[in-house]
């Protein structure tokens, strides 16, 4: 049995894109599909064929990779391409679902004879595009080896949660992790806008903490994007990460934990977006702490 496989991507913006190419280099056949197709055409240059239809894209494919906006989103495109997807086909999701979808997404694999693999993964950007994501998967023992090849591809390494995709195991880690970073993401950004407000020079805060228990590649790489304005491209966008602070804060809600910053965090970043930044780094929600842009 050879580990080259076809694999159908659906949904190439940021992260998608990025594995596209990441599973044409090890030697895949990649066939991709996206909402607006001239996004996904520069794809062709890589090796990868790019399709009118989601069923197009899925059609002979032993691998469906889906990297879509939310769950809906994933159940609509599935849909679209039922009539073409082959029974017995792996299906990794790697959509930002929230844990009230996978059920819905795994009944669904079941009535067409899928093999449902809960698949998200952690790294924005960089890491995509260097093939060194984290990824979280759940799914059946017995059948990894349809789906290993692909998340080795785009992953650095493959984090096992579970048996069962249906349970939702690797989402709520997903839900998890993301929850601490869109707390730092928006806590950093009001560091920077009190720093402002005050006449404090950021450099001086992190000369301060700098070599201590408080100082983080992460707070310094995201600060660098606001300080010297590279917010675009995006690594991670204020609308998608909007997005996944409303599933976090649901998440809470529905098992009876009030998450006070995060429900802040999501509405600084829907202010950020409805100020013009929604495609921007999610560290743009530093503009939501000024009325006007600054």
Do not use: C
């Not at 990868?48 to 059609?59: C, F, K, L, R, S």
């Not at 390494?157 to 995709?165: K, L, P």
């Not at 020079?201 to 700098?210: E, L, V």
């Not at 602070?245 to 649901?250: F, H, N, P, Q």
């Amino acid at each position: 049995m050879t580990d080259k496989l076809t694999v159908s991507v659906l949904g190439t913006g940021i992260m998608g894109a990025a594995m596209a190419r990441n599973l044409a280099r090890a030697g895949h056949t990649v066939h991709a599909w996206n909402r607006s197709r001239a996004k996904a055409e520069p794809l062709t240059a890589d090796g990868i064929t790019v399709v009118g239809t989601p069923a197009e894209a899925v059609e002979g494919a032993d691998v469906v990779l889906t990297m879509l906006y939310d769950g809906p989103a994933a159940l609509d495109v599935l849909k679209q391409a039922a009539p073409a997807l082959r029974p017995g086909a792996a299906w990794a999701q790697s959509t930002t679902v929230g844990v009230e979808a996978i059920a819905d997404l795994a009944a669904f694999a079941g009535e067409h004879g899928l093999v449902f693999y809960d698949a998200p993964v952690l790294g924005t950007r960089q890491p995509a595009e260097a093939g060194q994501l984290l990824v979280l998967a759940a799914g059946p023992v017995d059948e990894r080896e349809k789906v290993t090849p692909a998340l080795d591809a785009v992953g650095a390494r493959t984090v096992w949660t579970g048996e069962d995709g249906a349970a939702g195991s690797a989402t709520r880690l997903k839900l998890v992790a993301n929850s601490w970073v869109i707390a730092t993401t928006n806590a950093l950004g009001e560091v920077l806008a009190l720093s402002k407000a005050l006449d404090v020079d950021p450099q001086s805060f992190f000369d301060a903490i700098a070599g201590g228990p408080l100082d983080m590649g992460y707070l310094r790489a995201k600060s660098g994007l606001i300080l010297d304005g590279r917010l675009s491209p995006a690594q991670f966008a204020v609308a998608t990460a909007a997005k996944d602070a409303r599933l976090i804060v649901e998440a809470g809600e529905k098992n009876g934990v009030r998450l006070d910053v995060a429900a802040a965090s999501a509405d600084r970043l829907e202010r950020a977006a409805a100020q013009g930044h929604a495609d921007e780094d999610m560290a743009a929600a530093y503009f939501a702490s000024f009325d006007e842009q600054h």
